[in-house]
């Protein structure tokens, strides 16, 4: 059989599979698909393919379903119908590929989408529908019952339905419901796990643009993972496969080009390679979350590294952003977009920076102070450069604040950044003690993180809380002062107003704020008032 121009041209081999085309007669819906040969093939009228039976980019055989599974037969699918006719789920999904899909770009992309909606499974959607729901004012208990209908025994087991439960993973530590939360992500991990979703034959034989999305799925729950499990302060696990090819750039990905895809190994042997091959920005946030890992594996039961780890974890951070070429160094893109994965990467490699250095330097132990984000995890660790750590510190803590100050606009936020922004705060909170030339930078800095999480609560629950307990101490550090050390009388033992207190910026920040109680904190942390005077130093 003659091979057809596109296969020649790409010189690979062509195979002929039967057309779609033509009427078949009508089939019984099923709910649920087995493999995404059952979903409807997309065909383009744009010209992103122009065939999908002999593309190899769009081709989409059958799953390989896993040893002791069977496939669904009609009779089994037994779940309610999703109502993805209404016009506002249709709408949600567009919300989530304009404001969620450019930080987690993980399911196909939204111009496939529009070509067949039934590319992506109805529970899928779903999730979809109820994280877009956040960000628009179409909010409803159903969404919810529909979203959780992802775990649903007779779903079955494939990449989609990991893509779901990750992403229902992020929207339920977001709406500060850590029970779901952890379901969905031990589930998630689980899933993955069987199926082979870390490896490089998963997925063999489907089209180039599936496989680059199982790809982008196992390396983002391997990246939401380390968060959570960061913050949460549990001890989740998923394997990290270095010969598991990275994903290319979203813009490729978005458009179906497929070009030279390299693993986790040569990742880390960029710098001696020398050569022009340009890494993704979804290739540096995996490396920078394998960095982050790489501190709290090496670490000893007390929390404790040796002096020659914490040089070499110190170096691997300097070395990320040392390495990074210029037009990563910063998200901000020349047309004024934001680069979200890259904004993900540079977030993770400064949160590991404070990980690193904060609990070693002269300002740990300064402001004791809790949040929902696990902030006060590690005690005060000995170190014999404290200054230096100190000032590693607050540069990873300006580095935060400075990715937020980049931005025009919040909508498009990864969710995971409302805790990164608690960290940060830590740092500067504790930089303002002892109070010096450097305060009012230090202050700045807080007033821009309260800022941002007073936006970022408007969208996502945790974010709110983040911010009520943040400014609960902001407002105790930046008005008062502790008393002398000898006071001539018990009732002088009433701590000295500073000029700071009452500024209007912080009133206006704190004004709205209510009492949160200690029940039913998302990681079981109290709420508890710094003690002024008694403060640990």
Known sequence: MPSCARCTASGIECIFMKSRRGFQGRKKKRLYPDSVNELDTPVDDAGFANSVDTDPVFST????IPEGQEALSEETTSTPHIDVEDPDFDKLINVYYRDIHPAHPIVLPQRLYLQNRNILPEYLRAVMAFMASHLSSVVSDKLQQQAERVFDPNIPDNGFKVQALLLLTLTSYARFE???GNKALTEATSLASRIGLDCNGF?????????????????ELYTITGLI???????????????????????????????????LRAMRQRVPMEDKFKWSSFAYKIEAMRIMSSIFEGEKSDGSLSDAQVQAMGA??????????AEKRNPVQDDGDIDEVMSC??????????????PRSSLAGKVSFKTVCGNDRRDKLESQDERFHRAAAIRSANGISKLIASRQSLKTLT???????AFAAAVHLAAILPRDNSEAQHKEHIQLELSALNIVGGIWPIGGVVKSQLAQYTREVLSYRPAPAVLPSSSDHILSALPLQGEPWLDDLTSQYIDIPSEGFLFDLMSQPVDSTNRTT
């Not at 997925?203 to 390396?219: A, D, M």
């Open 345 to 358: 990467a540079l977030m993770i490699i400064n949160l590991a920076g404070i990980c690193l250095h904060f």
């Open 178 to 180: 850590r029970d779901r």
């Open 61 to 64: 055989p059958s799953f390989a």
């Open 415 to 421: 969710p995971c950044f409302s805790c990164s922004i």
């Open 316 to 325: 691997s951070l300097t070395g990320f952003l040392f390495s990074l070429p």
């Open 203 to 219: 997925g063999q034989g489907q089209g180039l643009i599936y496989r680059e999305s199982w790809r982008r799925t196992y390396w």
């Open 229 to 263: 499990s960061l913050i949460a302060g549990m001890n989740f696990r998923i394997r990290r496969p270095d010969d598991l090819l990275l994903p290319g750039h979203c813009e490729d990905y978005k458009s179906g080009r497929f070009g030279e895809s390299r693993d």
